[in-house]
C-alpha cells in the first residue's frame, strides 16, 4: 500500500505533486504575504497601541485582554508555521513528501465565539476576527492538500477495458 504522500489524487497525481505545486502558486504567494503581514500588523499593536489600551482596562477587562491576546498570538504562530513549511517547500529547503507528515498538519480549529466583553479594544477584537478567518482558509488548504482522502473517479468500463489491452501487448 502506498504512502499516504503517494496516493494520487483524484486527477491522478501524487499528494506531494500537489503540495509542490501549491507552494510555488500565486495563491500561496497572497495567503503568505497576508499571513505574514498579519502576524507583524499584530505584533506591532500588541507592543504599541494595544498595551497602552491594556493599562486603561478594568482589571477583568485586562485579564481578558490577556487572555485573548494570548490566543490571538498563539493562532497566528500556527498560521506563520504552516507557511512557513510550504515556504520551504517551495524553496527547497524541505521536500514536499517531509511536508506530508502529520507533525505538520494544523489542528481543527474548535469553535470559539468571538471575545464578548464589552470593554475589549476593537482592534483587539478586530485582530482576532481577521486571525480566525485567515486560520480557517488555511486549515481548508491544508485539509485540501493533505488529509482529502481521493475521491473514487467513477470507473469507465471502456477505458478499463483499453488500459488492460494496452497492458497485455505492451502499449
Given at each position: 500500500m502506498p504512502s499516504d504522500d503517494l496516493?494520487?489524487?483524484?486527477?491522478?497525481?501524487?499528494?506531494?505533486?500537489v503540495v509542490?505545486?501549491?507552494?510555488?502558486?500565486?495563491?500561496?504567494?497572497?495567503?503568505?504575504?497576508?499571513?505574514?503581514e498579519l502576524v507583524e500588523d499584530t505584533a506591532a499593536y500588541l507592543d504599541g497601541d494595544g498595551r497602552r489600551e491594556s493599562k486603561l482596562l478594568?482589571?477583568?477587562?485586562?485579564?481578558?485582554?490577556a487572555g485573548e491576546s494570548m490566543k490571538l498570538t498563539t493562532r497566528l504562530m500556527q498560521i506563520a508555521s504552516w507557511l512557513l513549511v510550504q515556504r520551504?517547500?517551495?524553496?527547497?529547503?524541505?521536500?514536499a513528501v517531509s511536508a506530508c507528515?502529520?507533525?505538520?498538519?494544523l489542528a481543527d480549529r474548535k469553535v470559539e465565539t468571538e471575545p464578548t466583553h464589552p470593554e475589549l479594544p476593537i482592534a483587539l477584537i478586530e485582530y482576532v476576527v481577521r486571525a480566525e478567518k485567515l486560520y480557517d482558509r488555511v486549515l481548508h488548504l491544508d485539509r485540501r492538500m493533505y488529509l482529502d482522502a481521493?475521491?473514487?473517479?467513477a470507473v469507465n468500463p471502456v477505458q478499463s477495458q483499453?488500459?488492460?489491452?494496452?497492458?497485455?501487448f505492451g502499449g
Amino acid at each position: 500500500m502506498p504512502s499516504d504522500d503517494l496516493i494520487p489524487t483524484p486527477a491522478g497525481r501524487s499528494r506531494a505533486a500537489v503540495v509542490d505545486d501549491f507552494a510555488r502558486s500565486e495563491l500561496f504567494d497572497r495567503t503568505f504575504r497576508e499571513g505574514m503581514e498579519l502576524v507583524e500588523d499584530t505584533a506591532a499593536y500588541l507592543d504599541g497601541d494595544g498595551r497602552r489600551e491594556s493599562k486603561l482596562l478594568s482589571r477583568a477587562t485586562a485579564l481578558a485582554y490577556a487572555g485573548e491576546s494570548m490566543k490571538l498570538t498563539t493562532r497566528l504562530m500556527q498560521i506563520a508555521s504552516w507557511l512557513l513549511v510550504q515556504r520551504a517547500v517551495r524553496e527547497g529547503d524541505m521536500t514536499a513528501v517531509s511536508a506530508c507528515d502529520a507533525r505538520y498538519r494544523l489542528a481543527d480549529r474548535k469553535v470559539e465565539t468571538e471575545p464578548t466583553h464589552p470593554e475589549l479594544p476593537i482592534a483587539l477584537i478586530e485582530y482576532v476576527v481577521r486571525a480566525e478567518k485567515l486560520y480557517d482558509r488555511v486549515l481548508h488548504l491544508d485539509r485540501r492538500m493533505y488529509l482529502d482522502a481521493p475521491e473514487e473517479e467513477a470507473v469507465n468500463p471502456v477505458q478499463s477495458q483499453l488500459d488492460r489491452l494496452a497492458a497485455a501487448f505492451g502499449g
